[in-house]
């Protein structure tokens, strides 16, 4: 990405989370630890969804894909903090900066709409059971994974492509470990108007849009579990959506509390931004494999044939 001819500054200083050596040290192994659990959780939930013919279902071919994005997420922000927190001087390229922003808006942009595309997928299966396999087929599961794919990396083009022309003077500080778009605009000494009003527009896509279509695919889920007169088929129906609704809830809290934020590098600020581009993907596998029976059914399967691969290449 090519930056404007009159963009005065070639680098920013990325503050982080501490200036204290020894907690950064301590920082360093937790988030160490953090992404390296998230990159086996995500990659687990993948493997055995793609091995395991009993999980080759619309739910989990959405949730293999949220899985896969988790593992692009993480990466996009967590190796730049691990790198810093090792470092003295916590530079990052203009370039780069631009770069790490467009990623992150196009992560955050795919994630919010894969979940709403799996409130879709849980409205169909328990609204209309009987005709879920003709709603879900697996021409609409690929285009609905394509389609959250391509409208997010246009959004977030449009966004970087008016960020290029933003020019930057004498403060070069960013008071967050990675870089956000609204942590730019307080940078520029140049007109963000245009920028900011595009912003909220993505946002209104991202965040209310997507957040009204998964309340109300809920709306009618509630409506017709409600419906069922048996208790057991209501806790099931309940026991389908409940890893979704948690993982909805911790990625759209922090998100949106932090975009509504002012940009000022609060504590409070930090802990969103880590919330749901840290340990959100950490959380997802746990979310949805601790309660799931058939996803813990197949790791068991997996396991039990790659233990007797082994004894049968030892013998």
């Known amino acids: 990405m090519a930056l404007g001819n009159h963009s005065r500054i070639t680098e920013f200083i990325l503050l982080g989370l501490s200036a204290d050596p020894h907690v950064e040290a301590l920082l360093f192994v937790l988030f160490l630890m953090i992404y390296l659990l998230t990159l086996l959780g995500n990659l687990l939930i993948i493997l055995v969804i793609h091995t395991d013919s009993n999980l080759h279902t619309p739910m989990y071919f959405f949730l293999s894909h949220l899985s896969f994005q988790d593992l692009f997420y993480s990466?996009?922000?967590?190796?730049?903090?691990?790198?810093?927190?090792?470092?003295?001087?916590?530079?990052?390229?203009?370039?780069?900066?631009?770069?790490?922003?467009?990623?992150?808006?196009a992560t955050t942009g795919i994630e919010a709409f894969l979940l709403t595309v799996m409130a879709y997928d849980r409205y169909a299966a328990i609204c209309h059971p009987l005709l879920y396999g003709q709603v879900m087929s697996k021409q609409l599961c690929e285009r609905l994974v394509w389609g959250s794919w391509v409208v997010a990396f246009l959004d977030a083009l449009i966004n970087i492509l008016l960020a290029l022309n933003m020019d930057f003077c004498d403060v070069q500080t960013i008071h967050h470990y990675s870089c956000e778009l609204p942590s730019l605009f307080p940078l520029s000494c140049s007109?963000?108007?245009?920028?900011?009003?595009?912003?909220?527009?993505?946002?209104?896509?991202?965040?209310?849009?997507?957040?009204?279509?998964?309340?109300?695919?809920?709306?009618?889920?509630?409506?017709?579990?409600?419906?069922?007169?048996?208790?057991?088929?209501?806790?099931?129906?309940?026991?389908?959506?409940?890893?979704?609704?948690?993982?909805?809830?911790?990625?759209?809290?922090?998100?949106?509390?932090?975009?509504?934020?002012?940009?000022?590098?609060?504590?409070?600020?930090?802990?969103?931004?880590?919330?749901?581009?840290?340990?959100?993907?950490?959380?997802?596998?746990?979310?949805y494999s601790w309660k799931n029976k058939e996803v813990k059914a197949a790791v068991r399967r997996m396991t039990i044939k790659y233990l007797q691969c082994l004894s049968t290449e030892e013998l």
């Open 75 to 105: 990466s996009v922000t967590v190796p730049k903090l691990l790198e810093n927190l090792l470092s003295q001087r916590k530079a990052i390229s203009v370039e780069a900066c631009l770069a790490q922003v467009f990623f992150v808006f």
């Open 191 to 287: 007109d963000v108007s245009t920028n900011t009003m595009m912003l909220l527009c993505s946002a209104l896509l991202h965040a209310i849009g997507t957040c009204l279509l998964i309340f109300f695919s809920y709306v009618r889920i509630v409506s017709t579990i409600l419906s069922i007169s048996s208790t057991s088929g209501r806790s099931k129906a309940f026991s389908t959506c409940s890893s979704h609704l948690t993982t909805v809830s911790l990625f759209y809290g922090s998100a949106i509390l932090r975009y509504l934020m002012p940009t000022s590098g609060s504590p409070l600020e930090l802990i969103l931004s880590i919330q749901y581009s840290v340990i959100t993907p950490l959380l997802n596998p746990l979310i």
